[in-house]
């Protein structure tokens, strides 16, 4: 099956893009002069398999009301959804309609089911007399299938504040058949002066109207929207969906003040609120402060995404966090995604069920250290877990895992070594970390390894902002490290850094 025409799915405007290509009943056309246009945040879906896709909207004519319900105010509101094999609509393969609730932020998580495998889809919502922006999804390929190859870009951490979101633009004018996202999608800051674009509101986030403001502000962004209408997603979080380095149930510092009670009830709207805002399935319902991210998903046999959660279960950072030399690293009783997450990750890479084993999660894996020491908030910091993680999948012979990382604001391509000790030892593994979409503003062109003399398996580094975007054949992966030469204005340029292949079977990045 050949990809579907992208027409419908313009990169500016999308709001009005939908609505003009659209046939509207005069009733519609009645309710349209006299409610709000409700789509403001655009629409969305994730989470694929083979024949089925959530699709995601949320109602907000006004999305900063102080009350977090975008405007929409306390009535629920039918929403109905249609999916079609072409951007007219003219026939429907699947269709029906949602309550979008007040109580859930007026959201909808529509399962649409009954589709082909291995098949582009177009996907609208009609609300209060309004139709929204159109996107595209796609379905995975059939079990025991390869299906096309995939071209799956990944990206993290995008402070509103710290630049414009040229890179989700890039993102979805790369035509991608799946996105992934590691994390920090918000940040919980409040408004710093004297930045490209200032949070709505002065301090940071805690309640659930909070949160729920946060998001619409951040998903009121046209480029963002852009990347959510262009292709499927797949998201975990990181830290600041919640709080700064939280780890576990432990705060990182104790601003803003906040009792036992009120840090639960902090993790409580930061999880419901993120549900609300991303195209999860049921089972990623939040339970109070506790939500289950974890999952793995399967693109037929081509591949296994393993989605990681490292904050939710992790010990506290060794020797009080930071960059230092620190023996309790090493401690056996120290885990990262913690002992359940560990296990039930082993027993997926267990399974064998695609050529490509993809671990998407959030902190720096490989080891990375000098006279300082190494990072306590990465992997380092928990090395135990590490070493029972990478001998874990040697043990089952994984064929290809390939580990997918944010969080550090920098792009970096590393090998994983069976040693970390010998820098000859066997690569065993390769790691490809995304820069950040904006935090840590325009950056630079450096592309000297950092501390590569005692981290030889270190194989690039930039610092640039951008995202990662992949190729997955059966018998290899590219990467391409894709770099903005700015995000403080609007219109920074977009090009390839640089580039490797993992072939199929043979650990270890190779240069294009």
């Given at each position: ?106 959201s909808v998580h529509v399962i649409a089911g009954g589709l082909n495998p291995d098949f582009d889809y177009f996907y609208r919502f009609r609300a209060q007399g309004h139709l929204s922006p159109v996107g595209r999804t796609r379905t995975a390929p059939a079990a025991g299938t390869n299906g096309r190859d ?158 990681l959660d490292t904050r939710q279960y992790r010990n506290d950072q060794a020797c009080g966090d930071g960059w230092k030399v620190c023996s309790d690293a090493d401690l056996a009783s120290r885990s990262l995604p913690g002992n359940a997450q560990e296990t039930w990750l082993l027993n997926g890479l267990n ?147 640089k580039s490797f292949v993992i072939q199929d079977g043979q650990p270890g990045l190779q240069a294009v």
């Open positions: 099956m050949s990809p579907i025409s992208r027409r419908t799915l313009v990169l500016g405007g999308l709001a009005a893009a939908g609505v003009s290509a659209l046939p509207v009943r005069s009733a519609v056309i009645a309710a349209t002069a006299a409610v709000p246009y409700p789509f403001q945040l655009g629409v969305a879906s994730g989470d694929p398999d083979s024949s089925s896709v959530v699709l995601w909207t949320r109602l907000a004519p006004s999305p900063l009301n102080a009350d977090g319900l975008g405007g929409m105010g306390t009535a629920d509101v039918t929403v109905d959804w249609q999916v079609s094999t072409t951007d007219t609509f003219a026939t429907l393969v699947a269709s029906g309609s949602v309550v979008a609730k007040s109580a859930g932020a007026h995939l071209v799956m870009a990944f990206a993290s951490c995008a402070h509103y504040e710290e630049g414009y979101y040229t890179a989700y633009r890039k993102m979805a004018e790369d035509n991608p058949g799946l996105i992934l996202h590691l994390g920090d999608y918000i940040y919980e800051y409040g408004a710093t002066a004297g930045r490209p674009r200032l949070h709505a509101g002065a301090t940071e986030i805690v309640s659930l109207a909070d949160y729920r403001r946060r998001y619409a502000q951040y998903k009121s962004d046209p480029d963002l929207q852009a990347a959510h209408a262009a292709a499927p997603w797949i998201v975990v979080p990181d830290d600041h969906e919640v709080e700064n380095n939280r780890a576990g149930n432990i705060r990182a510092d104790s601003t803003p003040a906040l009792t036992a009670a009120e840090w639960t009830a902090r993790q409580a709207a930061a999880y419901k609120a993120y549900y609300e805002n991303m195209p999860l399935r049921a089972a990623q319902v939040n339970n109070g402060a506790a939500i289950q991210l974890y999952r793995r998903l399967q693109w037929g046999s081509l591949a296994t995404f393993h989605m399974e064998h069920t695609g050529t490509w084993d993809i671990i998407g999660q959030q902190v720096f894996f490989s080891r990375r250290f000098n006279a300082s020491g190494a990072s306590m908030d990465s992997w380092d910091g928990y090395r135990a877990s590490r070493a029972r993680i990478q001998q874990g999948w040697q043990d089952r012979g994984t064929r290809n895992p390939v580990v997918l990382t944010g969080d550090v604001h920098r792009a970096w391509a590393n090998d994983l070594k069976k040693d970390y000790n010998n820098a000859s030892s066997p690569t065993i593994g390769s790691e490809l970390v995304c820069t950040s979409v904006t935090s840590g503003g325009d950056g630079d062109a450096t592309t000297t390894v950092p501390d590569v003399g005692t981290n030889p398996w270190l194989k690039f580094y930039s610092n640039r902002r951008g995202y990662v975007r992949t190729t997955i054949t059966p018998t290899q992966m590219q990467a391409d490290f894709r770099g903005l030469s700015k995000v403080s204005e609007h219109d920074g340029t977009v090009s390839t850094l």
